[in-house]
């Protein structure tokens, strides 16, 4: 598996490019998330975008190497619990969390699927997941596959395509909110040349929105009973 180091791919989250798009997604999220009461948000992963502005209660989670809490939030925010685990086996009973966020963490999980049946099971009813993650069929996936072994950074990540997360999600009977493709511009390091091509985000939607660097899914657990999936015991 090429899934590349945490703290490698965390330390390209601080570059220009990174923060670019986390800035974007962020934005996406805001505005996908339905509006309602979130008692308890869990965030999955990196933590340089904070998904879980809707959330009262916030906690996150990160892989432990040699014992060390990885991805550990460097500001002041007293409010927010951190938590060692593994996106595949998260520290909370079933259907505990309103909102769960995973962002870009199928992109670098050797069992995708089964993180998000693992997330499916400690997400309540009527609570919601959001997943983002690097499109494989864009010009990000373009550069992913030109890019030479080892790779590093995301383009060390299995990207996968707004279709293939939206199926996986519907077959465990998850309910699709809303869908978004995200950030059209090229994957370019320099951060004067990006902003260059910041006009691009205004016409992606329109013209090229299959190109797209990124993508955000929102889905919703239906009310106890009428999931098409067995909940766990």
């Not at 670019?20 to 992963?45: K, N």
């Not at 060692?84 to 962002?103: H, K, Q, T």
């Not at 939206?166 to 511009?185: K, M, N």
């Amino acid at each position: 598996s090429e899934r590349g180091d945490d703290t490698d791919i965390e330390a390209w989250f601080h570059t220009a490019l990174g923060r670019e798009i986390c800035d974007t997604v962020y934005r996406c999220v805001s505005r996908l998330i339905p509006s309602g009461y979130y008692r308890t948000g869990f965030q999955v992963g990196f933590r340089n975008i904070d998904l879980l502005q809707k959330a009262e209660h916030v906690y996150w989670g990160g892989r432990l190497q040699g014992g060390v809490s990885v991805n550990n939030v460097n500001n002041n925010n007293d409010e927010r619990t951190l938590l060692a685990c593994d996106p595949e086996n998260l520290p909370f009973g079933a259907r505990s969390i309103d909102l769960l966020a995973l962002p870009f963490v199928l992109d670098f999980s050797a069992n995708p699927h089964g993180v998000l049946r693992e997330a499916y099971g400690v997400l309540a009813p009527e609570g919601c997941m959001v997943i983002c993650g690097f499109n494989r069929w864009g010009l990000w996936g373009l550069r992913r596959g030109l890019t030479l072994r080892p790779r590093r950074g995301p383009w060390a990540g299995s990207f996968l395509s707004l279709g293939q997360v939206q199926d996986w999600t519907c077959l465990l009977g998850l309910e699709l909110t809303s869908a978004a493709p995200v950030f059209y511009r090229p994957p370019i390091a320099n951060a004067r040349l990006l902003a260059k091509t910041a006009f691009l985000e205004a016409v992606g939607d329109r013209w090229w929105s299959l190109l797209s660097g990124a993508y955000v899914v929102v889905v919703k657990k239906r009310a106890f009973g009428q999931s098409a999936m067995l909940e766990p015991v």
